[in-house]
């Protein structure tokens, strides 16, 4: 079992940028393929971002390409979202998740096994 532990969420403005954190414990993080989803209030959570156990291969919603990217560093146990020019519509509670069977990109989130407690990122326009 992992654990999985968000940070880097808060308040910014409309154009502005954050960098969410996925800090992991408990097993080898290189076997897990990572990901992100958000939700919204009253919305399903949906994917934002996927990312191989290699850090090799990486997926994108449409709605953030171009504006996030997913990384992460095996070494120190921790993935990236990096969120440049913010929308409001990008206001959610955001988590990362681990996929435990799959080495290459997971898109959906019936997928993962294993999901952290949740950072806000409020963008005000």
């Known amino acids: 079992q992992v654990q999985l532990v968000e940070s880097g969420g808060g308040l910014v403005q409309a154009g502005g940028s954050l960098r969410l954190s996925c800090a992991a414990s408990?097993?080898?993080?290189?076997?897990?393929?990572m990901g992100w989803f958000r939700q919204a209030p009253g919305k399903e959570r949906e994917f934002v971002a996927a990312?191989?156990?290699?850090?090799?291969?990486?997926g994108y919603a449409d709605s953030v390409k171009g504006r996030f990217t997913i990384s992460r560093d095996n070494a120190k146990n921790t993935v990236y979202l990096q969120m440049n020019s913010l929308k409001f519509e990008d206001t959610a509670v955001y988590y990362c998740?681990?996929?435990?069977?799959?080495?290459?990109?997971?898109?959906?989130?019936?997928?993962?096994?294993?999901w952290g407690q949740g950072t806000q990122v409020t963008v005000s326009s």
């Open positions: 408990g097993r080898t993080f290189s076997n897990y393929a």
């Open positions: 998740a681990a996929d435990r069977r799959t080495s290459t990109v997971v898109l959906s989130k019936e997928n993962y096994d294993y």
């Open positions: 990312i191989s156990r290699s850090g090799g291969n990486t």
